[in-house]
């Protein structure tokens, strides 16, 4: 993965208010740039009286005399087509942000925050197969691709290693082009904007804040549906307060409640719409699937209530009641 960051930040000072500014735009990429998948050329070696056993976290497998360490196929294949691929994937976002907190003589409230932000991101998820020239052999000697053993498993096992960069070498000199899966093709665009105030109190023996945030979101799913690119579209807006306060129970005792709403985005994963029929070339009954992401999943929504005592004399915290 490869990122770069572009910030800048920005305070002014005034008379009894302070501004604070902040603007940038971050970038990254990563996924595979090249993928392959090779296999026992034999088409798998069968160990007659093997068992193996998973269970509680370890490994135990018992060929039945079957020499692993030593064992080589005499030849490896790789797979082709879909198993043959580089899947790219990009995340970017700009944002900007201005904070202003400026001092009031209202009773109990000597400070007021407000603020707003904005953030527009991107991101993308792509899957391209190769294509490899007419007439490639799939299957490659293992002459001269040994370079030892090496260690596999949780229990001490090892296997003969084959040369990785070699096997690459190989698979990528049969490459003549690519073509995209547009099945695959995954894009979300995000506009996230919020605008905040919070109240800062004190008094004889207590503090603390209250406020309000509130939070809107417009997203796009693009995608492809046989060929045809398409988009699906979806928007919320939430409203998030929030109230905390310190009370000084006594010197060294400090009661501490506060309430919440508060929310988590979906995860973009989940958000691509990326249509995928599934059993739809077999005869097999029940086992037609049209798999499909959401762009309009719901927020993740919480109100917490906390309410604890600390003692600034004693080392634990003692949580009284707290729900969510």
């Given at each position: ?83 043959f691929n580089r899947t ?19 009773g109990l409230v000597n ?67 690519e073509n995209e899966d ?143």
């Amino acid at each position: 993965m490869n990122s770069s960051v572009y910030d800048m930040t920005a305070t002014y000072s005034g008379d009894g208010y302070v501004l604070e500014v902040q603007g940038g735009h971050t970038t990254s990429t990563g996924g595979t740039d090249f993928e392959m998948v090779v296999d026992d050329g034999t088409g798998g070696t069968p160990i007659p009286g093997g068992t193996y056993d998973f269970t509680n976290g370890e490994q135990t497998w018992d060929t039945n005399g079957f020499d692993i360490s030593s064992y080589d196929p005499g030849s490896l294949t790789m797979g082709t087509g879909p198993n043959f691929n580089r899947t790219p994937k990009t995340d970017k976002e700009t944002y900007a942000q201005a904070d202003l907190t400026f001092d009031v003589d209202w009773g109990l409230v000597n400070s007021v925050k407000t603020g707003f932000k904005y953030a527009d991101h991107n991101s993308t998820s792509r899957r391209f197969e190769y294509i490899q020239a007419a007439g490639f052999n799939p299957t490659i000697s293992t002459s001269g691709l040994i370079l030892g053993t090496m260690d596999i498993g949780a229990g001490d096992y090892q296997m003969l290693e084959v040369d990785a960069d070699a096997l690459k070498d190989w698979a990528k000199a049969s490459i003549i082009g690519e073509n995209e899966d547009l099945g695959a093709y995954s894009e979300i665009d995000e506009i996230n904007i919020s605008a905040y105030a919070m109240a800062e109190f004190e008094g004889d023996g207590f503090r603390g804040n209250f406020g309000v945030r509130y939070a809107h979101t417009d997203a796009t799913s693009t995608y492809y549906l046989n060929g045809v690119k398409s988009e699906a579209d979806a928007s919320y807006s939430e409203i998030l307060p929030s109230f905390n306060v310190a009370i000084d129970l006594a010197d060294d005792v400090i009661l501490r409640g506060s309430a919440a709403r508060t929310m988590a985005r979906p995860q973009y994963v989940d958000m691509y719409v990326n249509p995928n029929v599934t059993g739809s070339n077999d005869d097999l009954p029940n086992n037609q699937f049209w798999i499909v992401g959401n762009v309009g999943l719901k927020r993740l929504l919480r109100t917490s209530l906390t309410l604890a005592l600390n003692g600034t004399s004693q080392k634990a915290r003692s949580s009284l009641w707290a729900c969510s």
